[in-house]
């Protein structure tokens, strides 16, 4: 196992400096000027091009490239141009609030997203089946800062349940950072609960579809037993896949929630980064980002093994 | 007096004395507690000196001052001088220091903090020009500070003023500290607390602050500043309507950029309140003057005859007021009937006429806008179908704000016509607007204005250097460099438990108190 996770880092390796080079390459074909963002749009030429000669922008492409490889080869991501701070402890600061969020979402995803998928594959073709795929597909298909702003209308102004926007460290009280992260955590979780219940009843149908489960059934193992141990334990393999995944897409829709809730993720930081052109920033949040993707993949293999012995790397 | 009458004259002489009272104190400036106020974004720096943003030059301005400072018409007023003297023709500036001016350490201003500050943002600040013309400084004692120019500079005085990268006074231990790396120590009515990025700032009263005792009051950023709250708490919300949810929902007692749409929603509101603020900034048509089409004056001039404002702002729906001029009416410079035969001119015909002396013949003018701001967006489409009716092939292309901006600063990317708003320079006055003027519609060579801003910023005499300004906005509005379209104005929403808010282009928290 140990050899096969090995390999599994080694060949990330590659997958991490083309994912490097495209965010790199991608961002600076861009067009606009973080001069311009940091001078302001009224600022004469003359600011500017002074800006862009204390930035280095003023130097060639493959001349700022090799100077960006050079730096991160001794761990060094950069130097963000608008908050004039390194981009990994901008990362890190901020780590906290996306993490609270992306695993607070999760935990509502999986239970809720697995129970609707068994409960549709078990009743099927049933009222409660049609209801759950209906609700499942408008999940998938409301727009995440749509639904964002209606719950902030709804349950912050109108209910007063919950603050409409910011962010409570879990230093000051679990109720003050539930309460700032229940909002945008189940807004998150909405979609991902849509993708999982669907993907959940497709596999529970083809198991439930087996000989074995006839078998169990024809043995006398009642409902409960042949569902959840037999059935749904079969379901596994796709459904952590998908979870795997699920917990890449919550980070990356983090992007969106936190900018609506106002809450001081890493999603927030890319959008500030991307509007002010902040090549450092993004390219080093990118990068971290490809980084906890590979690292996800790679532990989403170790949960099949462990799922499924049958599951070898190499 | 009978004792009835006694009786009577007392318990009214009480009734009008409590009644005084009651008024007294529900008019009281109270003091302490803290304002929440939040703002689109928060600061990326706090060196005043590289400050560009609304946010940043609303939080710099509360904790620096400059030496000369805007006042409420936004005219040049002293702030931490006493007196400016101008002398050997607009070349020597001395300006006389206010005594007991104390940085937020307790450390007293004094000239040799002048010097140091002038020194660093001659070195760091991203509007180091305004002092490229610099001969030499002296410091006679510590506090005098003289300026000599190499050549006459009427308006140096009023370029000192700009709230935009402001030239506050650091002290002089600062003096080399690098570009953004500079401690926040100033001389202002706050000092810097809590700072948490993309989160909150807290800025907290300068106990230490010494107001400018010969003023009665606050004058714009000058005059006599008091604080009577304890602090002012920065929160930081990008969108719109999780920063009015603040708002209703009392987290917040002040929001910055709320739109006409979403106040409606503090309509019978009691407790909530909306503040209007003009002037804010002006939107114009920009034209490129050295690319295709635009290079044409006869072109520009048709673009200019199409536009119909009312059409524009009705379907903008923005807080806007009608204006002809590149200034407002409160400017000593102001030339509102001269722009006024350039200004909405709603004349297709009039149009037709010019394209055919231009020898138009249906090439494609690009309009580009951008998607970030839809009032721009807008602006652009309804300009689109007024230059199709006037017989103009108009091709409207849509980019991101970042894209936009840098074209129009650089002149990139093929366009024609774009829209922006400049806030500053109409607000500053004319010496501000040279550099606007000249980069956005990418003037080539303009001798008729390269003679009069020589004459705005070389005339000593006020009146010739009106006469100067009136001749660039002619040539500006003539010439169709830039189009005005209308004053925009700015709407913050507020809890009435907030006292003493009076409208300006930046939020000020002096002279505020809460109910």
């Not at chain 2, 600063?409 to 774009?418: E, F, I, K, L």
């Not at chain 2, 005005?484 to 913050?492: F, I, N, Q, W």
Request: glycine fraction near 6%; proline fraction near 5%; charge should be neutral.
């Amino acid at each position: 196992m140990l050899r096969g996770v090995a390999l599994r880092l080694l060949q990330a390796i590659p997958v991490v400096v083309i994912f490097a080079v495209l965010v790199f390459t991608l961002l600076h074909l861009l067009p606009g000027d973080p001069a311009v963002a940091i001078a302001g749009s009224e600022a004469a030429p003359e600011a500017i091009e002074r800006i862009r000669q204390q930035l280095g922008l003023d130097r060639p492409l493959l001349e700022q490239l090799a100077a960006w490889f050079g730096r991160l080869a001794h761990g060094d991501f950069g130097t963000s141009l608008i908050l004039n701070q390194s981009v990994l402890s901008a990362v890190v600061e901020r780590l906290p609030v996306t993490l609270s969020l992306s695993f607070l979402s999760l935990t509502i995803t999986v239970p809720t997203g697995i129970m609707l998928g068994v409960l549709a594959a078990y009743w099927r073709n049933s009222w409660l089946d049609s209801l759950v795929m209906v609700s499942a597909l408008v999940g998938v298909s409301l727009p995440s800062f749509w639904l964002a702003i209606l719950s902030v209308i709804f349950f912050s102004v109108t209910l007063g349940w919950f603050p409409p926007a910011g962010y409570t460290p879990i230093s000051q009280g679990l109720w003050p950072w539930l309460s700032a992260l229940i909002q945008p955590a189940v807004v998150l979780a909405l979609f991902q609960i849509g993708f999982l219940a669907r993907i959940t009843r497709s596999a529970m149908l083809d198991v439930l579809d087996q000989d074995f489960i006839r078998t169990a059934r024809a043995k006398g193992v009642d409902e409960w037993t042949t569902i959840s141990k037999h059935a749904f334990r079969n379901t596994l393999i796709p459904v952590v896949t998908v979870s795997g995944i699920i917990l890449s897409l919550l980070i990356g829709g983090s992007v969106v929630v936190e900018q609506v809730f106002a809450l001081p993720g890493i999603g927030r930081l890319i959008v500030q980064g991307i509007l002010a052109r902040d090549y450092p920033l993004v390219q080093g949040t990118m990068l971290i980002f490809g980084f906890s993707f590979v690292a996800i993949n790679i532990l989403v293999d170790i949960i099949y093994m462990t799922v499924d012995p049958r599951v070898r790397f190499g | 007096m009978s004792l009835r009458t006694l009786t009577l004259t007392l318990s009214i002489s009480i009734v009008i004395a409590g009644a005084l009272a009651g008024t007294t104190s529900s008019l009281a400036q109270n003091k302490g507690g803290q304002i929440v106020y939040s703002t689109v974004a928060g600061p990326a720096s706090l060196d005043p000196y590289m400050a560009g943003s609304l946010v940043e030059l609303e939080i710099v301005h509360g904790i620096f001052e400059t030496l000369v400072a805007m006042d409420e018409n936004y005219n040049a007023r002293p702030m931490l001088a006493s007196k400016v003297e101008t002398g050997d023709e607009a070349k020597t500036f001395t300006f006389t220091l206010r005594k007991g001016v104390k940085f937020s350490t307790g450390q007293e201003m004094t000239s040799a903090d002048v010097l140091a500050s002038f020194q660093r943002y001659a070195k760091v600040s991203t509007n180091a020009s305004l002092l490229a013309d610099v001969e030499k400084y002296e410091t006679p004692d510590p506090y005098t500070f003289v300026v000599h120019l190499k050549s006459t500079n009427a308006v140096f005085v009023d370029l000192l003023k700009s709230s935009t990268y402001p030239l506050v006074v650091l002290p002089a231990d600062q003096k080399d500290k690098p570009a953004r790396e500079v401690e926040i120590i100033g001389t202002g009515p706050f000092k810097l607390g809590e700072w948490q990025k993309d989160s909150h700032l807290v800025l907290l009263r300068n106990d230490n602050y010494v107001p400018d005792e010969t003023a009665s009051g606050p004058d714009g950023f000058a005059g006599n500043k008091t604080v009577y709250v304890d602090s002012i708490r920065y929160m930081f919300i990008p969108e719109a309507n999780a920063r009015l949810a603040a708002l209703q929902t009392k987290k917040v007692d002040a929001i910055a950029d709320l739109t006409l749409d979403l106040a409606k929603r503090l309509d019978g509101n009691a407790e909530l309140a909306t503040l209007k603020t003009f002037p804010y900034c002006q939107q114009y048509f920009v034209l490129h003057a050295t690319n295709g089409l635009t290079a044409n004056p006869l072109i520009r001039q048709a673009i200019r005859e199409v536009v119909n404002v009312d059409d524009i702002v009705a379907a903008t729906g923005i807080l806007s007021q009608r204006n002809p001029s590149l200034l407002y009416p409160a400017s000593p410079y102001y030339a509102g009937e001269m722009a006024t035969t350039f200004y909405d001119q709603k004349s297709p015909e009039k149009a037709k006429e010019l394209l055919k002396q231009a020898g138009y013949n249906g090439e494609k003018l690009i309009l580009q806008t951008n998607s970030n701001y839809p009032y721009m967006r807008d602006s652009i489409l309804v300009l689109s179908e007024q230059l199709k009716e006037a017989g103009i092939n108009a091709d409207v292309q849509v980019i991101d704000w970042m894209s936009n901006s840098n074209n129009l600063q650089r002149g990139t990317g093929n366009w024609n016509v774009s829209t922006t708003s400049f806030c500053s320079p109409p607000l500053l006055g004319p010496q501000q607007w040279k550099s606007t003027i000249y980069t956005f519609p990418h003037i080539d060579k303009d001798p008729p204005m390269d003679a009069a801003f020589d004459s705005l910023f070389k005339s000593v005499d006020q009146q010739a250097r009106k006469t100067a300004w009136f001749d660039i906005e002619k040539r500006v509005l003539d010439q169709s460099y830039l189009i005005k379209v209308t004053d925009t104005g700015s709407l913050r929403g507020y809890n009435t438990r907030v006292q003493g808010l009076k409208p300006y282009f930046y939020m000020r928290f002096w002279n505020t108190w809460l109910k």
